[in-house]
C-alpha cells in the first residue's frame, strides 16, 4: 500500500514537499514514480526513482522538482520548487516492482494522490 501526503494551496513562486509512504519489506527494489492530473486532462508522467537511485524527469518539471527516497523509511519524496500555476493537480506516486517507465501500465500500486493547488 501507498499513501501519498503533503498536498496543499500554495502560491505561484512557493515550495510543497510531497511524500509517498509505502508498507512491506521489499521498498528498496521498487522503481518509484509521480504522475499527476490537471482538472479535465489524463494522468500525467513527472519524474521516477529507479530501485538504484537513479532518476527521470519530465521536461516540464526539471530542474524544479526533485524525487528522493529513502528506503529505510520506505518512503518517496517529490520536493517541488518554483512552482506554477499549470502544476495544479492530484498528484499521484506509484511502484513498480519489475519496469520503470513513463507509462501507467508499469506500475503494480498506485496511492490515493494528494491535491496541489497554486494560485497565481
Known amino acids: 500500500q501507498l499513501q501519498a501526503s503533503g498536498g496543499g494551496l500554495v502560491q505561484a513562486g512557493g515550495s510543497l514537499r510531497l511524500s509517498c509512504a509505502a508498507s512491506?519489506?521489499?521498498?528498496?527494489?521498487?522503481?518509484m514514480a509521480w504522475f499527476r492530473q490537471a482538472p479535465g486532462k489524463e494522468r500525467d508522467f513527472v519524474c521516477l526513482s529507479r530501485s538504484g537511485g537513479s532518476t527521470l524527469y519530465t521536461d516540464s518539471v526539471k530542474g524544479r522538482f526533485t524525487i528522493s527516497r529513502d528506503n529505510a523509511k520506505n518512503t518517496v519524496y517529490l520536493q517541488m520548487n518554483s512552482l506554477k500555476p499549470e502544476d495544479t493537480a492530484v498528484y499521484y506516486c506509484?511502484?513498480?516492482?519489475?519496469?520503470?517507465?513513463?507509462?501507467?501500465?508499469?506500475?503494480?500500486?498506485w496511492g490515493q494522490g494528494t491535491q496541489v493547488t497554486v494560485s497565481s
Open positions: 512491506g519489506r521489499t521498498f528498496s527494489t521498487y522503481h
Open positions: 506509484a511502484a513498480s516492482s519489475l519496469l520503470w517507465s513513463r507509462g501507467e501500465s508499469a506500475y503494480d500500486y
